[in-house]
């Protein structure tokens, strides 16, 4: 079963930027997708980004040009750089491995959750 370690969140002002790290216990980028999605208080979780098997990439409409997903192979590891960090983007950050399918931005598509990570922007 893939373990999955998310680090790297924490409290920054609006503006700033924070990077997440995921790290997988297996070769998952070699095999699978990888996302990001996140949670707020109260709200459903929602589709951040997600990296395809063999490369591409996804993102919530919403956060264009201000998230970016990467992997790394070798290190059996997914980012996710966050800049210019609003209040709004306060939540619970999770990763996941995306199984099957092709809508990468589905939960149901997804298993192996992690832990989550907090990120708090303050204004």
């Known amino acids: 079963q893939v373990q999955l370690v998310e680090s790297g969140g924490g409290l920054v002002q609006a503006g700033g930027s924070l990077r997440l790290s995921c790290a997988a216990s297996?070769?998952?980028?070699?095999?699978?997708?990888m996302g990001w999605f996140r949670q707020a208080p109260g709200k459903e979780r929602e589709f951040v980004a997600a990296i395809r098997r063999g490369g591409g990439t996804i993102y919530a409409d919403s956060l264009k040009g201000r998230f970016t997903i990467a992997g790394d192979n070798a290190k059996n590891t997914v980012y996710l750089q966050m800049n210019s960090l609003e209040p709004e983007d306060t939540a619970v950050y999770y990763c996941?491995?995306?199984?099957?399918?092709?809508?990468?931005?589905?939960?149901?598509?997804?298993?192996?959750w992690g832990q989550g990570t907090q990120v708090t922007v303050s204004s």
């Open positions: 297996e070769r998952t980028l070699t095999n699978y997708g």
């Open positions: 996941a491995v995306h199984i099957g399918g092709i809508y990468y931005y589905k939960l149901y598509e997804y298993d192996y």
